[in-house]
């Protein structure tokens, strides 16, 4: 990819996006306008993909990486905070939902599908463990507080926390998921830096900074107008799904597979041209700030709304959640993938979307 100049695509997707917003404001949600929103989110979705990767060509890993996952993060979080804010009483759940399958998505499908085309096209592929290994020691303790002790911690309410309790588990998020940060860009940054390879991309010119600076504002842009697009979809996603007979839970997984889509591309990317170690950093690293941020942020707002959010999951996420860690833990424990692992992650992935669609 060439990153000295800035393709007309790379600007003019990010500006339909806008432009079908403004149509979806002045019309109203239709069959028309859903189909456009669709076109113009998948075009958005490429043009921050690439805005992403001149980012992080500039500034080098792990922040270039760190950069789109807070971004999408954030976003993300923003389209729940304002569902939530629009029906607070039938949303109690969608936080879980969405944060729940966010977690299988990143975890088995993104990383499924990494090591999957990577090891198809270079055998193995290797990552440093420590990096690894730290992002998932603290996923596992994110994954707990916020999305299995809550069915224990104060049961005479269900799936949910008590306003302290919830306080202190955003709280706990949000120090947990400083602290990597903090270990990943500066006390150990070596830790997520890339293994060596003979990949060309790396030998070539870091673009100037008016481009960096051009990208950063387009990926903004196309960050908003992909959540406001899947803010725009999600009407007619609901509907289809009411349709359809299918659990309510469904809503939280499409959220999540629209929103993660940048990440998802810039992961299956890297590791095609045998970065692993970038695409490991753009998947665990946003699986981890999906939890961090957003649970303080949705906690937040429903103790403001005075709404109880339910976190906890049920059984059978709880046991898809245990096994993907305990499969994650073996995956990375090597600092060498195949298409095995691969194969492993996405039938785990394809068992989540089967129990989603039919408990």
């Known amino acids: 990819m060439s990153v000295a100049r800035t393709s007309w695509w790379t600007w003019a997707w990010p500006l339909a996006s806008w432009l079908v917003l403004l149509l979806a404001l002045v019309v109203g ?43 999408v993060t954030t976003i993300e979080t923003a389209l729940i905070v304002s569902v939530m804010i629009a029906a607070p009483a039938e949303k109690a759940g969608l936080a879980r939902d969405t944060v729940f399958a966010a977690v299988m998505i990143v975890c088995n499908g993104i990383v499924g599908l990494s090591l999957l085309m990577g090891g198809a096209r270079h055998r193995e592929q290797g990552f440093q463990i420590q990096g690894a290994s730290a992002a998932l020691v603290v996923l596992a303790a994110l994954t707990f507080l916020a999305l299995i002790l ?12 008590t306003t302290p309790q919830l306080v202190f588990a955003g709280f706990v998020s949000l120090v947990l998921y400083g602290a990597f940060v903090f270990v990943q860009t500066v006390r150990h940054r070596d830790f ?27 990926l903004m ?17 609901e509907s289809t799904i009411a349709r359809l007979d299918v659990p309510k839970a469904v809503v939280g997984v499409v959220i999540a597979a629209l929103v993660l889509l940048p990440e998802a591309l810039a992961a299956l990317r890297a590791a095609q041209m045998n970065r692993l170690q970038t695409s490991l950093n753009l998947a665990l690293g946003s699986a981890l700030a999906t939890i961090g941020l957003t649970i303080p942020a949705v906690a937040a707002v429903s103790i403001v709304l005075g709404q109880r959010l339910q976190l906890g999951l049920d059984s059978k996420d709880q046991s898809l959640l245990a096994i993907t860690l305990f499969i994650s833990v073996i995956t990375f424990g090597t600092g060498r993938t195949t ?3 691969g194969i492993v992650h996405l039938m785990i992935f394809a068992a989540f979307m089967f129990f989603a669609v039919a408990p």
């Open 29 to 71: 949600p239709g069959g028309f306008v859903s189909a456009l929103a669709g076109i113009a989110l998948f075009g958005a979705v490429f043009a921050a993909v690439y805005h992403a990767e001149v980012i992080a060509h500039r500034v080098g890993e792990p922040f270039g990486t760190l950069v789109l996952a807070l971004a």
């Open 150 to 161: 809550p069915n224990y911690a104060a049961a005479q309410l269900g799936p949910a926390y």
């Open 192 to 218: 997520f830096l890339p293994v060596k390879t003979d990949d060309e991309e790396t030998h070539e010119h870091p673009p100037s900074v008016q481009t960096t600076l051009v990208s950063a504002g387009l």
């Open 221 to 237: 842009v196309s960050l908003v107008g992909i959540v406001g697009l899947a803010k725009v979809l999600t009407p007619t996603v």
């Open 339 to 341: 298409v095995l692992q």
